[in-house]
């Protein structure tokens, strides 16, 4: 018998001969979703998307769609690129894998950190690899406890998150993360996490400024700090933009103040770049969008554009002597740096910046994406709050504008909304009434004016449905 046993042309392509009945049959019949109710789910059947290009997808039964959300949020670089699953082949041939651990490493994960110690601000020159957002999130908390142990401070434990954020799925991550749906299952969260509530102006800033609503939204941090115990404060967690929370920015004040407080009572910023990470703001970070400088910082999604699945901790000079100053960090994972994933990011972090694509975000379809997005859906009667930055965005619904009211039933509204898009083929999602949009960093203008027309028609037929069901 050979020894390498290859598949044929005719076996490898066998899915074109099922059919979209087919596939959603095996499909309900094996596969358990995430976030998902699965009887509901099953007797719906699941959409079979079957291949993609740029900024679109087809369906089983050959149905183009726009792909508002990048996948979730991670395909930044567009589909159907060639060099990455080239370079994803020649890497598979050459070493497919071998870990990172007994004092081994390979080129693609030194080659890798090099690049991306160089994308990234100064200071930022170690990188420790997962694979996902949330196991980032989850290597991140080991740290920062690790890195107290390791100066003396051991009761410095606590991590303090924000209601309404988003840190994955891992025990750790929906501890820290502030979705109260989530910390109902599995007796959540964990000891040693704690949360305020979400710099939102729109909610929580009445009358005030949004600079000075900015103020008091970071000093509910310093108030936190204070009623906890700075000697008992190791870390604050905050994406820059909440992403999965509905597209959160805060004002321009918030982040700065943050910063300041974390200085005054020595707490490490930890900046949670999973989504706003490698150009969705039009900077390659979302902390330099906002103005400050995290301690650590993670990273997943954009790292890979999702063609292949890793995460990274990036480790600030501060917390990386004291860990480079000696002893084990017990913490890891089978595939930290796996060569293939490992080469396929490289790959994606050298097209983002050598084809100027993090630039153009910035520069040019960026403010575009703003200017029309704000000009078209700000006119609607039951649509508030039109906010975004570089290609991150979303909306609010709401029952009445003139009072800020919100509809009764969160979530219900959205999901209304949402289902409309998609019946339009056109993908953008609801984070409970916010819809919200994020799509690949290299959509052109002329892609922006044909996605947002669509979603124009489905925001008006929304209104109109509402309005004869007697919901407004």
Known sequence: MDRFFLLSPERLFMKKHYTTEQWRAMDAAHHLHPFSDAQSLNQ??????????????????????TDGMAGLWCVNIGYGRQDLPEVAKQQ???????NTFFKTTHPAVAQLSQLLAQVAPAGYEHIFYTNSGSEAIDTMIRMVRHYWDGQGKKEKKVLIGRWNGYHGSTIGGSSLGGMRYMHEQGDLPIPGIAHIEQPWWYQHGKDMKPDEFGLLAARWLEQKILEI??????????????????????????????????????????????????????????????????DLFTTA????????????????????????????????????GHPVAAAVAHANVQALRDEGIV?????????????????????????????????????????????????????????????????????????????????????????????LAVAVRCVAKFEQTIKERGLV
């Not at 919100?406 to 819809?435: K, Q, S, V, W």
């Open 44 to 65: 719906q059947g699941a959409r079979v998307i079957t291949k993609a290009q740029g900024v679109y997808l087809w369906d089983s039964d050959g149905q183009r769609i």
């Open 301 to 336: 999604k954009g790292l890979s554009s999702g063609y292949q699945p890793i995460g990274a901790v990036f480790v600030g000079e501060r917390v990386a002597q004291g860990l480079l100053a000696g002893g084990d960090f017990n913490h890891g994972f089978t595939y930290s």
């Open 229 to 294: 115990g700075p000697d008992k404060v190791a870390a604050f967690v905050g994406e820059p933009i909440q992403g999965a929370g509905g597209v959160i920015i805060p004002p321009a004040s918030y982040w700065p103040e943050v910063e300041r407080i974390c200085r005054q009572y020595d707490v490490l910023l930890v900046a949670d770049e999973v989504i706003c990470g490698f150009g969705r703001t039009g900077e390659w970070f979302g902390f330099q969008h906002f103005g400050f400088t995290p």
């Open 359 to 451: 630039a153009r975000v910035k520069q040019e379809v960026g403010p575009y994406m703003q200017q029309r997005w704000r000009e078209l859906f700000t006119p609607f009667a039951h649509v508030d709050d039109v906010r975004g930055v570089g290609l991150i965005q979303a909306f609010t619904l709401v029952k009445d504008k003139a009072t800020r009211q919100r509809f009764a039933d969160e979530g219900e509204m959205g999901t209304l909304c949402r289902d409309i898009f998609f019946r339009n083929n056109l993908i953008m999602r609801a984070c409970g009434d916010h819809i919200v949009c994020a799509p690949p960093l290299v959509i052109t203008k002329a892609e922006v004016d044909e996605m």
């Open 92 to 98: 598979m041939l050459e070493l497919p894998y071998y």
